[in-house]
């Protein structure tokens, strides 16, 4: 089986793990949907036992992903030894209501969302406790930190981390001796890539959420596909610059032609692709692709059978997205 480090815990885990935000449901945030629409529970738990049967090990959610832990509890029943659990917190949550609202990053309110996170999930003890707040002052992490190294000697987590682009906010975590992994954007597409070469110094995993830009990079969209105003992608948020106005970013969809025969070759579909160029970036990474249903599940899973991509086929596909943008930058130029 392809497997990676969880950092410096040692904790090994497939190579690709699971992000299971889509299969929490309808949820909001400040009241403006951030779920992917509506999915069917018993679905999604063949979906998760079908992923393990296949190798995968290590599943991502939190405790603001709508009925996600519930899921992953009921799913991993009898199966607890055979998984990596990572989960986050720093958010006040309206349960009722799956209502994500302000950070909120104090060591009372993170042992309170552990005890919510370890009943749902049917476990005593989470593998993986990320801060799930894009940032925060320094002084309220510090003192987050410091309590969650008390947490791990109490034997409630085995390791931390903090799911942030911010490169600052993962130097200030990544000096706690028990911070194993940063979770950050990372694609094809986006990514920082200081903050990935100081998981690489500092011996840290690279939690890749996005990694299929929450799904452009499949292939299964064209010019013509709009989403719907309950999913994510279709709600209006301006940080979703995948899907601009609920459609694909026209953009990138012009740059995933251009690399499509490379992401596609020795049978892989273009989703194994994408994960296959993130297992050949670094030896760090860790994608977490979403899934709703036993087919993407299977799809995301097998994509470990082909391994990364080789160096050649990573400067193929480098050099393929370097003419595109400088005929990008003549074509700007031109019009002027």
């Known amino acids: 089986m392809f497997t990676r480090k969880l950092g410096r815990s040692g904790i090994e885990v497939s190579a690709v793990g699971f992000g299971c935000w889509p299969i929490g449901g309808d949820i909001l945030e400040f009241g403006k949907p951030v779920g992917w629409g509506t999915v069917d529970d018993e679905a999604s738990i063949r979906a998760v036992q079908r992923a393990i049967d296949l190798g995968v090990t290590f599943f991502d959610t939190a405790e603001v992903y709508g009925r ?64 799930h707040a894009w940032d925060c002052p320094a002084e309220e992490a510090l003192t987050v930190r410091e309590e969650l190294e008390k ?10 981390g903090w799911s942030t682009d911010r490169i600052e906010n993962a130097r200030l975590f990544e000096a706690g001796e028990h ?37 452009l990079l499949t292939g299964k969209y064209n010019q013509g596909t709009t989403l719907s105003t309950e999913d994510v992608r279709g709600a209006g948020h301006a940080w979703v610059r995948f899907f601009p106005d609920g459609m694909p970013n026209r953009e990138m969809l012009r740059r995933i032609a251009a690399v499509r025969e490379v992401l596609t070759s020795g049978g892989r579909t273009m989703a194994q692709g994408a994960l296959a160029w993130l297992w050949g ?27 990364a ?11 393929i997205l370097q003419g595109e943008d400088a005929a990008e930058t003549k074509g700007q130029a031109s019009s002027k």
Request: hydrophobic share 35%.
């Open 151 to 160: 947490v791990v000697i109490e034997g409630k987590i085995r390791a931390y």
């Open 68 to 131: 996600s832990e519930d899921i992953l509890g009921r799913a991993f029943e009898g199966r607890r030894e055979k998984v990596v659990i990572a989960t986050k917190f720093g958010r006040q949550y309206d349960r009722e209501r799956h209502d994500i609202g302000a950070n909120e990053v104090t060591p009372t309110a993170m042992r309170r969302s552990l005890e919510g996170s370890l009943r749902r999930l049917k476990t005593d003890y989470i593998d993986l406790y990320q801060l």
């Open 281 to 307: 970036r670094s030896p760090n990474t860790i994608p977490i692709p979403g899934f709703k249903g036993t087919a993407q599940a299977e799809d995301n899973a097998r994509a470990m059978e082909f391994g």
């Open 179 to 215: 911070c194993t992994a940063i979770q950050q954007s990372l694609n094809l597409f986006d990514g920082n890539e200081e903050l990935l070469r100081l998981c690489e110094e500092r011996d840290l995993a690279s939690i890749n959420r996005a990694p299929l830009a929450m799904g």
């Open 309 to 319: 991509l080789t160096s050649e086929q990573m400067e193929q596909i480098s050099e």
